[in-house]
């Protein structure tokens, strides 16, 4: 066993010790009222840094500060960027959760709380292997930077800006993401492939004010029911979307590459089940792992309108709205989609009412090539920590900083997610396993290793 | 001026303090944590009937108590059941109030207040008519009883059994009910016609916890897509519900009565603009006036699912639901729309989630025939305190108990309202017009001497 190993073995239970610390931070990014969690939970990551002898530094940007550090200079060695989000998704509905969502607690070998695995868990992985080859062999065998964002959750606006601001500091060789899953329990995975997504909110306004359906229900556009008009027209009784253009630019696989995807070892009934619904739905002609990966969709994230408490109330509502996404696969432009829905949107409008068009995200998805060297050296450490190696998959869920990593710093983008389909990200009970924390932190050191061979 | 006029004049200030009084009490039946707020309504009620030497009884029920009183029994005189009831909507979006909605306050003339023109006002109107008898002349000069309940806004489920068990005991010649608008300001009505309602909720239920719309996005059916998708089914592009056998029993009018309509002094322009809404919409081929009153019609009334708070949450909602209502008009059968729906959300039904329908409220439209001799002791009435003979109208809301007064005591119904179209009815800021509210007393007294002619 190396003494980096050892190392990690005998500081596993401190480093739970401080991950929990992490965890018991409620930095919501989406609340406004967490603003002052926020830059803790910057402070925090940048203590981290420091103590390890990285040059760090915590920058203030419009939204939530980023985190920015580097290890001291190794001649003639690649340089690799670490990325990793501080900020966590909202926690409602709260009392869905079984604990409170900041007081990490330890159950069956995981540890729940909001942010386990979405990202703060994950992101301390590569901390600690930094911290093990500092404090093992007192140096790193690989020069690192670490770029650490607050607003992973709601759009990376600050960061898309300083990257774009700041690309000849952020050189580096390839870019190193944890924010994401294995393939299976047991089955560690490489993803060189993530859509890409496109959010929208609809504001929906009618009357100028609330009325009662009785009295005026039948002469007037009600918000609500276009609202359900608008969201239905978007997508098809095939499970296509329906704007014009869509899949214009939609890259289809080989039947090969469409092969190997069947190969791998996904038991549709099992994934139905796990989730609670009976039988695969979605886009005609796909599997249920296609329709996730490699096939556009269109998804409501959020209804409302009206009355929503007990019993019944005969109102017209003055306003309703929705919130909303595409998910987009490579080739597909964001910006071509805000533009045809904003066409559609004008055409169905009813008169009557009002609708308005906010853009929350966007981002291309990615594709990374499986034969960078790169990828190979996360291979090895992967099967060094895991005991097997990895298998090359795709991510139906969107990184889009992945897609500026690639366009601003052109470089090959490692993702090596730790976490399980099941961990509950953006979910009530959201959780990590300890047992793939330590492999995490395993995978990491050997990565410094396997990445300064290259 | 008649003795009774003048007791009415001044009696005036009191009657408005006892008004305030009644409206300060908050009253919202919808809401099952005002059940002690419920009875002290109920018992408000009993008590200015008591002061007025009828007897009267607070009748317990498996929901909110009935108010039931007799006056002293007047030989030869016709019987008149007066309907009225204490409860209110919900106040929300409470935000929206210029003053609190259970401190009745004087604005221009009106008294704003939750219930201060449903029916609070309207049914105190009636209780100061016969007062005013009992106190200048000692007794009524036609026989009344009084019969108000608690669950108006909630289906009148009590009275509805009530009336089913004690039609003998309810037995009159005619109800009165004043619990709607005049026709505009200044043009007093008679209502002869009522929409009917048939009002659900659905649930639908999906996966069986909220997931990650990136990660599982496109495998999985999204409840709130299929609610949007269900709701968007049932009306099509021209304004008609597409239930199978909707329009069936619809009794189309004849060519004179559609003129008859359009003869009523109405400005469709200044109708819209008072609601703020640009240009007529709804069915086609039909007035704005046409599609309040005689046209079936559907409304969305709330909606809700997933994310509904600041910023972008990529959520697919485990579930999602909405409350909507169908009107209806003479002679569609609620029961059959009831079994219509249910086929078709079966039908209608994707794979992968549950549609679960729940049913609010039901009740047939009602017509009442013009040439009743109560209808003109009616209009005589409210020529005396109204200054002006009123038209004969329709209105497009529900009073479902209407309909079982036809039904099981043969009655001819008086839709007598005082109120006004801008009152906010089921809207933040509710009001009612205190020049109403005293004609309405006067009327109201007139209208028992008008009776005692029949």
Redesign the interface.
Known sequence: MSKIDQYLDSNAVRFEGELCEFLEIPSV????DRRDDMRRAAQWVADQLRRMQLTTEVIPTEGHPLVYAESPTVPDAPTALVYGHYDV??T??LE?WTTPPFEPTRRDGNLYARGATDDKGQLLTHLKGVEAWMDVVGRLPVNLKFLVEGEE???SRALEQYIAEHADRLACDCVVVSDG?QFAPGVPAITCGL?G?A?Y?IHVT?????????????????P??T???I???L?DNE?RVTLPGFYEDVVSLTDRQREQMAALPFDEQE?FEQ?????????VGYT??E??WI???????????????????????AA?G??F?F?LVPNQDPAKITEALRRQLDAWC????KIELVQ??GGPGVLVPQDSPYIEAAARAIEHAFGRRPVFTR????IPIVTTFHQQLKADTLLIGWGQ?DD??????EKFSLADFHRGIKASAKLWEELGKC
């Open positions: 990014s989406a609340d406004a998704q909202p409602d509905p869905k959750e709601i759009g899953n859509r997504i959010y909110e009618g009357p100028n004010r609330d009325l009662h359906s009785g009295s005026f229900g039948g002469s007037v556009t009600n609500a029911n609202v359900a008009q969201l239905a027209k997508i499970g994934y989730i609670g619904v009976t039988g695969a739905v979605g886009e249920a792992l329709r996730r096939r556009p969709t269109f998804d409501v994230c959020g209804l409302w309108g009206g009355y929503q408490g007990e019993g019944a109330k005969t109102v017209l509502p309703a929705a919130k996404s998910r009813p008169p009557g009412v929350h995200q991510e139906g869920g969107s389909e509950n990200a953006h979910s009530p009970n």
